[in-house]
């Protein structure tokens, strides 16, 4: 049997593919369509299928609205402390963890993981119920110390990754002709490992900014970050438009993931992350 | 990625980098023992070891009792049971198709639908649950179609047990279609075209060459939805009915509303209870494979 007698004709009509295509469009990008309307429609009464008008005036009441502004800013406070507190304890440990030899190294690596076997609400709901006795619930520092625990897997394990990609022999060349261990990591390792844990930091920062749950749990109701006053618009807003002005603003950090992370998602690796 | 030896590298300065290690490490593992693995052994012990009437505290299931007694309770972890099932199931079967035509089709079009099966991902809950609303709801886009070409509006399912299927069978499209996907990796183009050779349909390629090489990937996409779902918050509080509800807004509801922590954490508990088959299973795929890397 010839090699070239394969499987796959050359220039038949994908079906299958066209399929897939319109039914995905469908249902993934049509209710994204609408939403983007609803933010720049000025009128947009029940029955006509477009709106009557379109413009932006929704967007200069939403954005001179000031429980937008403390959403936004409150969200964007949380998210920089925790990335930050995150990164400064977290890329030592997974230097250490590709680097070095310790006691227990393998059991305390894998031990990151030990949150992925269970439920996560229930598991924030656990959290919550110690918090209640060290009086963190409602505060901003109980909020970021639940988000922070929700950070620890990816920031170490995607770093580790990072690290152990790193030549070895071209830090003990560096090291051969007299560079200090400090030089070593400045100017060999960090430029090699950097791209990656930019990645992790800026996977941590995004999904930091639409954590919900620990915030809702721990952080209601003095901590308003902007998913949680999405929420109150979904329940309680009659105008429909400033939902749709704040999805659109909410979406704005997931469009930069999705610009730089979109090629460490699609590769392999990522989806092994997830045990696959 | 494989946590090889690190003697290579450390060379001689072994004593001082054991010291060393374990002191970066601190912090990080410290938090995972006190935010992880004391609250959920805390919540274990404080469910079962009460005070009673008098004061006295001993082994109790008291909070368990009620719960398994109580119509309501039940009512909402049999909604959950089911939501989690129907969805994990529905995910396999509109997942495994994509995920299969993804592998073996290499024309632009496949990459098409490959970004878009992946899109949710950059598509946070609530701003779905809100198109959701916006294009299911009453009055919603479909409506506003359907009224278009003189046609019913739908019953919407905004509001009842269908709403948080959806919403959650969307928004786990692409993590299920990236398992499957890696999956199929492990199975060569060369077995197929020897199985196609000797004669084999469709079918038969499907059922006795693929499936058999991604049973265990199904497993751990079925795993990661059913504790992805049974714990679901913000699409069955936005999207869901009021009453009975699901886990994740029982929990937080009886929590917060109710400042009852004690039933909370009892429905916390009982939910790793039913998930703890597939969390050990994910846990232990996951760990098999960053050790085969």
């Not at chain 2, 905004?158 to 499957?180: E, S």
Request: proline share 6%; net charge positive.
């Amino acid at each position: 049997m010839a090699v070239d007698s394969t499987y796959r004709p050359p220039r038949e009509i994908d079906w299958t593919g066209i399929g897939f295509a319109v039914v995905l469009t469908i249902v993934i990008v049509f209710p994204l369509i609408v939403v983007g309307l609803w933010a720049f429609a000025d009128v947009w009464r029940y029955p006509s299928v477009l709106p009557q008008q379109f413009g932006l005036r929704f967007w200069y009441q939403t954005l001179s609205r000031p429980d937008v502004w403390e959403s936004i800013t409150t969200s964007i406070e949380l998210s920089v402390t925790v990335t930050l507190i995150s990164a400064i304890v977290c890329l030592p440990a997974a230097f250490a963890f590709a680097r070095l030899q310790f006691p227990f190294r393998s059991l305390l690596f894998f031990s990151f993981i030990a949150g992925q076997a269970f439920p996560k609400f229930g598991l924030l709901v656990a959290i919550a119920g110690i918090f209640l006795s060290l009086n963190l619930i409602g505060t901003f520092w109980g909020v970021v110390l639940i988000q922070l625990v929700g950070t620890l897997l990816y920031m170490i394990w995607i770093p580790v990754a990072a690290f152990q990609g790193v030549s070895p022999r071209m830090e003990e060349a560096a090291r051969d002709v007299g560079a200090s261990p400090l030089r070593v990591f400045w100017s060999i390792t960090l430029p090699q490992a950097g791209p990656t844990i930019g990645a992790a930091v800026l996977l941590t920062f995004v999904n930091t900014f639409y954590e919900t749950e620990g915030a809702w749990l721990i952080g209601a109701p003095a901590v308003h970050t902007m998913p949680i006053l999405m929420i109150s618009f979904i329940n309680n807003q009659p105008v429909i438009q400033y939902g749709a002005v704040l999805s659109a603003i909410l979406w704005l950090p997931s469009f930069f993931a999705l610009l730089f992370a979109r090629r460490v998602i699609s590769g392999g690796s990522f989806a092994r992350g997830f045990g696959a | 990625m494989s946590l090889a030896p690190a003697s290579d590298i450390v060379g001689t300065e072994k004593s001082r980098g054991r010291l060393l290690g374990l002191l970066l490490v601190a912090i990080p593992v410290l938090l995972v023992f006190c935010m992880i693995i004391y609250p959920i052994i805390s919540a274990v012990v404080t469910t079962l070891w009460q005070a009673d009437a008098n004061g006295k505290v001993g082994f109790t299931l008291k909070t368990y009792q009620f719960f398994f007694t109580d119509g309501y309770s039940l009512s909402n972890l049999w909604l959950t049971l089911w939501i989690t099932m129907v969805g994990a199931i529905l995910l396999i079967l509109i997942c495994l198709p994509i995920a299969l035509y993804l592998r073996f089709a290499k024309n632009r079009l496949a990459a098409y639908v490959q970004g878009l099966a992946i899109f949710p991902l950059f598509v946070p809950a609530i701003i779905l649950s809100f198109a959701f609303i916006r294009v299911l709801g009453p009055n919603g886009a479909v409506d506003l179609l359907l009224n278009a070409a003189h046609l019913p509006k739908i019953r919407t399912p905004y509001l009842t047990p269908m709403g948080p299927l959806i919403g959650l069978v969307w928004d786990h499209i692409p993590l299920t279609v990236l398992i499957l996907l890696a999956g199929l990796g492990s199975v060569s183009d060369a077995s197929i075209e020897a199985a196609r050779d000797v004669g084999a349909g469709r079918l038969r390629l499907l059922w006795h060459i693929i499936l058999p090489r991604v049973g265990n990937s199904i497993l751990v996409a079925l795993s990661f939805s059913v504790l992805g779902i049974f714990s679901s918050f913000t699409i069955p509080y936005v999207l869901g009915p009021a009453a009975p509800e699901m886990m994740g807004p029982f929990m937080q509801r009886t929590f917060r509303d109710l400042y009852d922590p004690e039933n909370a954490i009892t429905q916390a508990v009982i939910s790793f209870f039913f998930c703890i088959a597939f969390g050990l299973f994910y846990v232990r795929s996951v760990v098999k494979n960053q050790r085969a890397r």
